[in-house]
T-cell receptor, first 115, second 113 residues
Framework: GAGVSQTPSNKVTEKGKYVELRCDPI?????LYWYRQSLGQGPEFLIY????????DSGLPNDRFFAVRPEGSVSTLKIQRTERGDSAVYLC?????????????FGPGTRLLVL | GDSVTQMEGPVTLSEEAFLTINCTYT??????LFWYVQYPGEGLQLLLK?????DKGSNKGFEATYRKETTSFHLEKGSVQVSDSAVYFC????????????FGTGTLLAVQP
């Protein structure tokens, strides 16, 4: 079956603009995660959804970042008033459940560049 | 807070050499431990995992043992191949309400023929 997909694969925007990043998880996976990976670093957690609700949004850096998952499947990460420091690869992952043993399956990422 | 520390890279080896990539963690509880790998041009994928102390995870000739006494989860492989060249990430997770993965900074492995 299909893996996690993310669109767009690349996004270039100007400082101050609004962007939306989309994630399509593996069908049937109830848990969905967003991470951000800066160059030379490991992924950093942003937000975790169980179903439609955000179970943990402690990684969102500030109120310019927001994510939704209205029907418990596709998720959108929204960034308002983008800043150059937001430039990174945004990764989405999904898992079948929420146990500590669950494998998270990652998408290819969206590379965001803020000019 | 919880954290993962990996040895810095790059690690450069000749084909068929023995590989060790060190990983230690700081945790307030008893997490599951993971190694993820990112091959050039590809996304992150799970390499192996261990869910409790003394468990050994293994896959594709790679092994790692969950050592609670030394808070370590070192990755080993007896004979590396050029195709093993990638970035390797050690990570931990508790699952449940805080189901996030906490990653190390990654270790680049370059295997030369």
């Amino acid at each position: 079956g299909a893996g996690v997909s993310q669109t767009p694969s690349n996004k270039v925007t100007e400082k101050g603009k609004y962007v939306e990043l989309r994630c399509d998880p593996i069908s049937g996976h109830t848990a969905l995660y967003w991470y951000r990976q800066s160059l030379g670093q490991g992924p950093e957690f942003l937000i975790y959804f169980q179903g439609t609700g955000a179970a943990d949004d402690s990684g969102l850096p500030n109120d310019r970042f927001f994510a939704v998952r209205p029907e418990g499947s596709v998720s959108t990460l929204k960034i308002q008033r983008t800043e150059r420091g937001d430039s990174a690869v945004y990764l989405c992952a999904s898992s079948l459940g929420q146990g500590a043993w669950e494998t998270q399956y990652f998408g290819p990422g969206t590379r965001l560049l803020v000019l | 807070g919880d954290s993962v520390t990996q040895m810095e890279g790059p690690v450069t080896l000749s084909e068929e050499a023995f590989l060790t990539i060190n990983c230690t963690y700081t945790a307030t509880g008893y997490p599951s431990l993971f190694w993820y790998v990112q091959y050039p041009g590809e996304g992150l994928q799970l390499l192996l995992k261990a869910t409790k102390a003394d468990d050994k995870g293994s896959n594709k000739g790679f092994e790692a043992t969950y050592r609670k006494e030394t808070t370590s989860f070192h990755l080993e492989k007896g004979s590396v191949q050029v195709s093993d060249s990638a970035v390797y990430f050690c990570a931990l997770s508790y699952g449940g309400a805080t189901n996030k993965l906490i990653f190390g900074t990654g270790t680049l492995l370059a295997v030369q023929p």
